[in-house]
């Protein structure tokens, strides 16, 4: 191993013990962010859920409706 692999990985264990050290404070202060964040992605999320189902009911429909066209001819 390198001078340099040994920086970055003394360099990460340091950053890691300050992160985990901090992590109470930045839970508190962070905190309503992050569930206001958890909530507008839930609104998106539904949102997207409610327009793949009523893609896949038209597209289920469609082709309801092209097997009926397609026996009835017959």
């Known amino acids: ?3 340099r692999d040994w ?3 003394g360099g990460g264990l340091v950053a890691g013990a300050l992160l985990g050290a901090s992590v109470p404070k930045l839970r508190r202060h962070l905190g309503p962010v ?3 964040a ?3 992605a839930g609104g998106v999320f539904s949102a997207l859920a ?3 189902a009523t893609q896949m009911e038209r597209a289920e429909d469609y082709a309801a409706e092209r097997r009926a066209a397609s026996s ?3």
Do not use: F, N
Request: aromatic content about 0%; charged content about 15%; overall charge negative.
């Open 1 to 3: 191993m390198t001078q």
């Open 7 to 9: 920086l970055l990985i």
């Open 34 to 36: 992050i569930m206001e």
């Open 38 to 40: 958890g909530q507008r």
């Open 50 to 52: 409610e327009t793949v």
């Open 72 to 74: 009835g001819g017959a």
